[in-house]
């Protein structure tokens, strides 16, 4: 896995990937979704009242899993860190209002990285995925979720930021996902050093 986005004239940028690759990215975004959910607004049209939308609640309680935790954390710091019942309910207040929106974004980001992939066709082993500025950024948005993801799992700390798990034999169940976890981080920098350039 070695290939890095490169800036497109006009804008956008494109990066080769083999069929692995492009496997694997769509496996990681499939999963993604899955994890977040459905969502709210699924089998809703867009011609659906707005207004409703805006007030459509969401949950009011942190989620259990550790990764969502990391994808919707508590506005005010959580009641482990705040255990003020006042910030409590503004938390959950906060969250009532804001995470129905996250998770449609993200879901949104995952489902514009797939489509991406399943356009390519690859011939003799490889395709170049060619995006548009906007679409560059779902991308940074998606790469960076599943980075998250797979960041949380391994309990990657922001001290080491994954350091020691380079150190990981071959033998150790974790070393692919350190392998994903690292080579997305490349994606994602490279695609971030595109648009910047």
Not at 50 to 78: I, K, M, T
Not at 165 to 183: C, E, F, I, N, Q
Request: net charge negative.
């Amino acid at each position: 896995m070695s290939g890095h986005f490169e800036p497109l004239p006009g804008g956008g940028a494109a990066v080769p990937l083999d069929e692995v690759e492009i496997s694997i990215l769509r496996s990681l975004a499939v999963q993604l979704m899955e994890l977040i959910g459905p969502g709210e607004e699924a089998g809703e049209s867009e011609s659906d009242d707005l207004l409703a939308s805006v007030f459509n609640d969401g949950p009011s309680e942190p989620p259990a899993d550790p990764v969502l935790a990391r994808f919707f954390p508590d506005a005010y710091g959580g009641p482990d860190l705040v255990p003020d019942d006042d910030v409590r309910a503004a938390s959950a207040e906060f969250r009532r209002y804001t995470e129905n929106d996250l998770r449609s974004r993200k879901r949104a980001d995952a489902l514009a990285l797939i489509r991406a992939l399943d356009t390519l066709a690859p011939e003799g082993g490889s395709a170049e995925l060619r995006l548009k500025p906007a679409e560059c950024r779902q991308w940074l948005g998606a790469l960076n979720d599943l980075r998250l993801a797979i960041g949380t799992r391994l309990e990657v700390t922001d001290e080491e930021g994954g350091g020691e798990l380079l150190r990981l034999p071959d033998s150790d169940p974790r070393k692919p996902m350190v392998m994903a976890y690292l080579w997305l981080g490349g994606l994602q920098e490279t695609l971030v050093e595109s648009l910047m350039g």
